[in-house]
């Protein structure tokens, strides 16, 4: 069974930092890209990064750009998230998703989905 599990969520203040976890099992996603979407209350979901099987190539949410940083680790099979500078309105739940990268990032979707982790960010 393909399990994508998150993790690091939490509440953390303005212009703090938090780094999200996410731990694949059921299968290596080594060659699969890997990404991150997040939703927030009322809205929907939407793309923040993904990152190749390499690692070589990685892309963001135009407004995330400089703050958020993506990368992975294959030999653990996970992706994470460093989140920088953190601002209220990156309060959301963040989903890990694994698949092509050409449907993380083009389409904005994945083939895989985690069940999320809350990130809170107080003003």
């Known amino acids: 069974q393909v399990q994508l599990v998150e993790s690091g969520g939490g509440l953390v203040q303005a212009g703090g930092s938090l780094r999200l976890s996410c731990a694949a099992s059921?299968?290596?996603?080594?060659?699969?890209?890997m990404g991150w979407f997040r939703q927030a209350p009322g809205k929907e979901r939407t793309f923040v990064a993904a990152?190749?099987?390499?690692?070589?190539?990685?892309s963001y949410a135009d407004s995330l750009k400089g703050r958020f940083t993506i990368f992975r680790d294959n030999a653990k099979n996970t992706v994470s998230l460093q989140m920088n500078s953190l601002k209220p309105e990156d309060t959301a739940v963040y989903y890990c998703?694994?698949?092509?990268?050409?449907?993380?990032?083009?389409?904005?979707?994945?083939?895989?989905w985690g069940q999320g982790t809350q990130v809170t960010v107080s003003s």
């Open positions: 990152i190749t099987w390499s690692g070589i190539t990685t």
């Open positions: 059921g299968r290596s996603f080594s060659r699969d890209g």
């Open positions: 998703a694994a698949g092509t990268y050409s449907t993380l990032v083009l389409r904005k979707t994945g083939d895989y």
